[in-house]
């Protein structure tokens, strides 16, 4: 038979589903995956059940339904501080994952460059990859994860078509400042890049940082696209609801590659969610709290078993330093599989997230119930002596 594509020759499947399946196979706490496990919002559950028999249940619109699409441009709008046209600046995807496919392929020609920070979330890398760009690195330096600006720009001189920042940052738990975006944006205008932004995590930032949107700042609404979900802000990752925001000459693009990509987003799932864009301002004052909250519990919890990690300034993960519970010559691979067999906790080795040679870290995540948080911390208690 003729060879298959070559380009699945360069990168894996994705290591965090893969982990989430060895959790469910030695009945682990997965810490791997970033999704909660506690409810949505009741408003989103309770007009879900309406929908379920009131409907919509047929296609939608492929651009989105438009009640979702004047909603969300709404929403959107008031946190972006931005007027944005329902019709020509926005698209509604299946996930945030399909609104970054779709604005990758828009973007770019094979053959492209697009540069990333590392550690970068493991689909950025892929997503490259199948749009037959080549991913050019830029590492962001522990504990605080700052960068280089010199390194960006000898980056962008090498040609660089994009650049994809993941904003608040998966997995460092970094919230770029606005001074440190401003630094991007003019490289971006001085060497013509695009901005690819990721800003799933765009309500969960901790006291002091700040979120900001790198479409506000001066000349960078013509040449950003801001893609983002509903999977985070309202506990539905399972739903699927992802968008991208930009320019039109820009989404006039995008809608492209999505008509053919996806059709479009479920349309009960969009009838459902309305309600959740519609939310007051108190809604995502409490769900900040909320994150908090849990960030605090699981955070001091591992201060007090001793074991170092890096404190977010946004998102829900930690990058944790197993390097003093490894056996010698351990990979970190075969120590998270070891640890979610024997420990009872999932998580997912730090080398899918690095571009640099990193072997002694793990992230995990804390978007969990109090009671799911303590018996992780509970079975991590003994970690010393259970991977010994």
Known sequence: MKPMSRKCEQFTDSVIRRMTRISLQYNAINLAQGFPDFDPPKELLDRLAEVSYQGPHQYPITMGAPNFRQALARKAGRFMGLSLDPETNMVITIGSTEAMVDTIFALTNPGDKIAMFSP??????????????????????????????????????????????????NPSGKVFTYDELKTIADLCIKYDVYAIMDEVYEHIVYAPHKHTYMSTLPGMWERTVSCSSLSKTYSITGWRLGYAIAAQPLMDRIKQFHDFNAVGAASPLMEAAVVGLDMPDSYYEEFGAHYAHMKKIFTDGLTSLGIPFTDP???????????????????????????TQKVGVACVPGSSFFNEDINNIVRVHFAKKDETLYEALNRLSDLKSKMA
Request: glycine fraction near 6%.
């Open 313 to 339: 300034q946004g998102a829900y993960f930690v990058l944790a330093d197993i390097g003093p519970f490894m056996k010698p010559g351990q990979k970190d691979v075969d120590f998270c599989v070891e640890m």
């Open 120 to 169: 970068y979330f493991e689909n950025y890398r892929a997503q490259a990859i199948m749009a037959d760009c080549e991913p050019v690195f830029i590492p962001l330096v522990p504990p605080t994860f700052d960068f280089d600006p010199n390194v960006i720009e000898d980056a962008f001189k090498t040609g660089v078509k994009a650049i994809l920042i993941c904003n608040p940052s």
